[in-house]
């Protein structure tokens, strides 16, 4: 969605991590006792709880979950945020369970809920809440960040008037400023 990848990436990044949850999944199955009697993880709508609940709670913290990804793994010019990429994202995907878990599963990725739902052949009539919902979100997020991070890049394209200008020639240290005292210039 933010263009960062060619559409053939995409497609194998959406197949790897499908593959990838059918295979959890089905290594799952195999380990447990009784697999062929569980759900495996599948996710589900808690009893109590609306539809509307889960979608909403899904599409949010889907979204905080993409945006922190936006806002640090995939960060091109921050450094400093993409090595702090693992601790962000783990803590938004433990912060999206500790809220959804007991509501819906916590599904926060289609891949996640499809896997279980494949191999283990459980398809809850709300099923659809956990394609919908990580979608809506991503499809919340994206443009919400390319916004921000345009408007961030625009400012920091501006110059500083009290930057020191640290090119040759410069007697008096302040860039585009005609003084040599930083009060004179503020």
Not at 28 to 53: C, H, K, R
Not at 141 to 147: E, I, K, R, S, T
Request: aromatic letters at 6%; one cysteine or more.
């Amino acid at each position: 969605l933010t263009k960062d990848i060619a559409l053939p990436q995409m497609a194998a990044n959406i197949v790897a991590q499908i593959v990838g949850a059918i295979l959890g999944s089905g290594l799952l199955y195999a380990t447990i006792p009784n697999g062929e009697e569980s759900t495996l993880g599948s996710n589900q709508i808690s009893p109590g709880v609306g539809y509307g609940n889960a979608l909403c709670g899904e599409i949010v913290m889907t979204a905080v979950l993409v945006a922190v990804v936006l806002s640090t793994a995939a960060s091109k010019k921050n450094v400093t945020a993409k090595s702090q990429a693992p601790l962000a994202i783990g803590f938004a995907v433990f912060c999206a369970h500790a809220v959804l878990l007991p509501i819906d599963g916590c599904s926060i990725n289609p891949a996640r809920s499809l896997g279980p739902a494949i191999v283990s052949g459980t398809w809850p009539g709300t099923f659809w809440v956990f394609i919908v919902g990580p979608f809506l979100g991503a499809l919340i997020a994206v443009p919400a960040h390319l916004f921000f991070i345009s408007k961030f890049e625009e400012e920091a394209d501006y110059a500083d008037p009290l930057a020191l200008d640290q090119s040759p020639g410069s007697a008096d240290g302040l860039k585009g400023k005609g003084t040599t005292n930083i009060d004179e210039a503020v």
